[in-house]
């Protein structure tokens, strides 16, 4: 092997170390048998994972984050694809770009200031403590991701395609279905996915708008560490870590799949 691949694939090896150590650190904690987080580990034991299933706290928050990350996934695909759909092919325009720009503002501004804004907006609607409420509130931390997704994607789609199948006599509607949607699906799941997975791991939006039965399990784990640090919030950090990597297996075989 070369000297230069070997080095940059050395460095990759370095970068990947870097950013993994924390959690090789911490996963195999959350099969300890004692209540105390610290090695070496006394003994191995599924102990803390059955109290995910067994306890109320933690078997609610597990149900709540599966409810409202299908309902933010569903929606902010449905309005991040409309988004990107909106903005194709239209990068010219101020008006466009300054939309785009707007589109992604929920990914750098600040989660305590949205959630002060929503909590305040929320709560004139009757929104605060419900589940519509805090699937809005992930919804718009979501969208951004599936826009940037489904818009990477419809630039792969060649727009010659599309006018060919106008030219025969195909509705707008026909063409975006039969033509764009299939090429722009991988971006579409890839969003979806990531609406998925903000869901989960958001928990500053859960604490300004969702009510003591919203609890979510990023906010269950949030406020177990305010009161005790058990190693049942290990065992909670493996489950969203297991999760994550059989999301990001499943949008890697789809795209494979589909491209």
């Given at each position: 092997m070369k000297l230069l691949p070997l080095v940059k694939l050395s460095f990759a090896i370095l970068v990947v170390a870097f950013l993994l150590g924390p959690?090789?650190?911490?996963?195999?904690?959350?099969?300890?048998?004692?209540?105390?987080?610290?090695?070496?580990?006394?003994?191995?034991?599924?102990?803390?994972?059955?109290?995910?299933?067994?306890?109320?706290?933690?078997?609610?928050?597990?149900v709540n984050s599966l409810l409202i990350g299908s309902g933010t996934t569903a929606l902010a695909t449905v309005?991040?694809?409309?988004?990107?759909?909106?903005?194709?092919?239209?990068?010219?325009?101020?008006?466009?770009?300054?939309?785009?720009?707007?589109?992604?503002?929920?990914?750098?501004?600040?989660?305590?200031?949205?959630?002060?804004?929503?909590?305040?907006?929320?709560?004139?609607?009757?929104?605060?403590n419900t589940y519509l409420g805090v699937i809005i509130a992930h919804t718009v931390v979501a969208v951004p991701f599936v826009l940037v997704n489904v818009s990477s994607a419809l630039q792969g789609v060649d727009v010659q395609l599309e006018r060919a199948a106008a030219s025969l006599g195909a509705s707008p509607?026909?063409?975006?279905?039969?033509?764009?949607?299939?090429?722009?699906?991988?971006g579409?799941?890839?969003?979806?996915?990531?609406?998925?997975?903000?869901?989960?791991?958001?928990?500053?939006?859960?604490?300004?708008?969702?009510?003591?039965?919203?609890?979510?399990?990023?906010?269950?784990?949030?406020?177990?560490?305010?009161?005790?640090?058990?190693p049942a919030i290990v065992s909670a950090a493996a489950v969203f870590i297991v999760g994550t990597i059989v999301l990001s297996l499943a949008m890697l075989a789809i795209r494979r799949r589909m491209s």
């Open positions: 959690l090789v650190a911490v996963l195999p904690l959350s099969l300890t048998d004692s209540v105390f987080l610290n090695y070496p580990i006394p003994g191995y034991s599924t102990r803390w994972f059955r109290e995910l299933v067994t306890a109320d706290s933690w078997r609610l928050s597990i309005l991040g694809t409309l988004a990107a759909l909106g903005l194709r092919g239209k990068r010219a325009s101020l008006l466009v770009s300054t939309l785009r720009t707007v589109f992604l503002l929920p990914m750098v501004v600040p989660a305590v200031v949205l959630g002060v804004g929503m909590q305040l907006m929320f709560s004139r609607y009757g929104l605060t509607a026909v063409v975006l279905r039969s033509v764009t949607f299939p090429i722009a699906l991988p579409i799941i890839s969003g979806a996915l990531f609406a998925f997975a903000t869901s989960l791991d958001e928990v500053v939006l859960t604490l300004f708008v969702a009510g003591p039965n919203q609890r979510t399990l990023a906010r269950q784990m949030f406020a177990t560490i305010r009161e005790n640090i058990s």
